[in-house]
């Protein structure tokens, strides 16, 4: 139903753009603006395309979403434009999509206004202008003021509208986040995503995405703008238990991988020549050959520009700290979890909150070095 009052909107929008509205005697119809429609065929990524969602138990595959046309290049709100919502959101402009934006600081829409995005005041502004949103924020806490704050999302939605979080966020958060949009008529999906700054500017992030499953599609037509994978996981807050599961893999193989290049610089070894033989061997990982911690050993990574930009110690340590709260609710033992949250919440009380969370490197060899 949502996708079908979508769809609706959309059509009547696109029949404003081909007809010529005229008024006796033969006066044009210049009252309201027309905004230029993109590009008639949708962009789908290959991986997201292959990808068939399981059918859910009563068999239904979609449906619903059938009637709204994938080719639609209607307006989409984007909220949330720090180092990874600004490059997406530069990627939907990219595909042709119209955006209409807001952050809670305003010198961050400077640059997405400079490509032709429409930027407001708030999120409330975004829902009364856009039935398509996706939010990229900080944490649970900013989640729930812009969803369901004074001037939130929910205050102006309009029924039918597809509301995509890419937050990480508490998975609880995420279905509270569903309900209250549920109430309101419209829908929520939760959408982490993986591949850091790099994947975001380049289109090519993982998306999880948790939610009803008919929306899917929906769904996709806009992650696929902005990721080359976009999996379905299951219902609300599969998404997010998808992303912590896999941000708390990421910290763990940090910080070896950065345990390890400190021993081998100490043994004598140049760093490049460890890092070539680790990314041969068996030892290869992501941290290793693609975002290798050590300065100087890749270019366009934190680590080569001083830890700036990436993701941040301090949002690493959130959502290890979110893998804790779910283990210890399932009763699952993650030790090496356990411990590489303890080393970010240490490097936050020691100055490193606002860098790369590959700094966990300089952080060793901090210790290393007070302790000689």
């Not at 399981?54 to 307006?75: E, I």
Request: aromatic fraction near 6%; include cysteine.
């Amino acid at each position: 139903m949502a996708a079908v009052l979508r769809g609706a909107r959309n059509l009547w929008g696109r029949s404003l753009k081909h007809v010529d509205f005229t008024l006796v005697p033969h006066v044009p119809f210049t009252n309201r603006p027309i905004t230029p429609r993109g590009p008639s065929t949708p962009r789908l990524g290959t991986s997201a395309s292959a990808y068939q969602p399981a059918p859910m138990h009563n068999g239904r595959k979609g449906k619903a979403v059938s009637s709204r046309s994938m080719a639609s290049k209607t307006q989409v709100g984007f909220i949330g434009l720090g180092n990874m919502g600004k490059p997406m959101a530069k990627n939907l402009l990219k595909h042709g999509y119209p955006v209409i934006a807001t952050d809670v600081f305003p010198e961050s829409c400077k640059e997405l206004q400079e490509l032709g995005a429409q930027i407001v005041d708030n999120p409330a502004e975004v829902a009364d202008q856009a039935d398509r949103i996706v939010t990229m924020l900080p944490s649970s806490p900013n989640v729930i003021e812009v969803y369901t704050g004074p001037n939130g999302i929910l205050k102006k939605v309009k029924k039918g509208s597809l509301l995509i979080d890419s937050s990480t966020i508490d998975p609880a958060v995420s279905k509270e986040m569903a309900v209250a949009t549920e109430k309101m008529g419209a829908v929520f999906m939760d959408a982490p995503v993986s591949g850091g700054v790099g994947a975001a500017s380049s289109g090519k992030l993982t998306f999880m995405v948790g939610g009803v499953e008919e929306e899917f599609t929906a769904a996709q037509e806009l992650l696929t703008c902005m990721g080359t994978n976009v999996v379905y996981c299951g219902a609300v807050g599969t998404g997010q238990a998808a992303k912590i599961c896999n941000n708390m893999l990421l910290a763990i193989g940090m910080i070896g991988t950065s345990e390890t290049m400190n021993l081998g610089i100490r043994l004598g070894l140049d760093p490049k020549l460890l890092a070539k033989i680790l990314n041969m061997s068996s030892g290869r990982c992501w941290s290793s050959d693609t975002y290798n911690p050590v300065p100087g050993v890749m270019e366009g990574v934190p680590s080569g520009n001083g830890y700036q930009g990436g993701f941040g110690t301090q949002l690493m340590a959130k959502d290890l700290g979110l893998a804790q709260t779910t283990a210890t609710n399932t009763k699952t033992p993650v030790p090496l979890g356990s411990l590489a949250h303890q080393i970010y919440r240490m490097m936050c009380a020691r100055g490193y909150a606002g860098k790369d969370f590959s700094s966990v490197f300089q952080f060793l060899r901090e210790d290393e070095e007070e302790g000689q």
